[in-house]
């Protein structure tokens, strides 16, 4: 229980190590992670509960079963057909029929990252859009009904649709084959460079942002854009 935090911190790390490009950083924050992993696997050792090599075991019994067209010879027709049977395939192991296709989703993930996985589980059953248009007429129409939470002045029903106005966008940019987690990263990290470079702007000038009128942030906005893609 004591460790969950680090270890998440150090999933973050292997991702930021990642985005940077650097292989040398990246093995270095791997190596952190599986420490972690050994870690916790050691822990349930002394526990009498299983090992490391146990650990490895499951993982790999689970993917050879979960994999029967490269193990066993099965014949499918495609992705598709691939994604379908690993959700029988896991249905079948947990042998109970209240299990649902979204069983099994962290609680904890990023809530973009949450609604993409939710949307993908239930596309594997059929229950999805037919193509990304149709999800963009979605958008549009949370954004009517958004529109007129805000006219009502009804805070619970604005909540509401705003949550129901990123779901919508998450799943058109899933049809996309785009992931919303990495795009809104990848936006915040642009922004805030941005940012810091109006402050620069600023300060180059002999004044600081709080001071400016909005007249001038604006146009320090649009410098700081040109300097930085």
């Known amino acids: 229980e004591s460790l969950k935090q680090y270890l998440i911190e150090e999933c973050y790390e292997v991702i930021d190590a990642v985005d940077c490009g650097d292989p040398e950083k990246h093995k270095e924050e791997l190596g952190d992670l599986l420490l972690h992993i050994v870690l916790q696997a050691q822990i349930r050792n002394e526990n009498g509960y299983f090992t490391f090599e146990d650990v490895a075991k499951t993982i790999t019994d ?5 994999h029967p067209h490269v193990f066993s010879g099965v014949s499918v027709s495609g992705t598709h057909e691939v994604l379908q049977n690993w959700e029988k395939l896991k249905k079948e192991e ?21 609604a993409e996985r939710v949307q993908s589980r239930a596309a594997r059953v059929g229950f999805d859009w037919k193509c990304a248009e ?20 009804n805070e619970k029903a604005i909540k509401h649709e705003i949550g129901d106005l990123l779901f919508a966008i998450v799943n058109f940019a899933r049809h996309l084959g785009i992931h919303s987690e990495e795009a809104l990263q990848e936006t915040v990290s642009r922004f805030s460079r941005r940012f810091q470079t109006m402050e620069n702007l600023a300060r180059e000038s002999g004044y600081e942002l709080q001071e400016c009128t909005l007249e001038q942030l604006e146009d320090l906005w649009q410098k700081a854009k040109q300097l930085v893609e």
């Open 94 to 114: 947990r042998k109970k029929e209240e299990q649902s296709v979204l069983s099994g989703i962290p609680r904890h993930l990023p809530a973009l990252q949450k």
């Open 62 to 66: 689970k993917l050879v079963r979960r």
């Open 134 to 153: 149709d999800v963009l007429s979605k958008i549009t129409e949370e954004v009517e009904e958004l529109r007129r939470a805000i006219s009502e002045g």
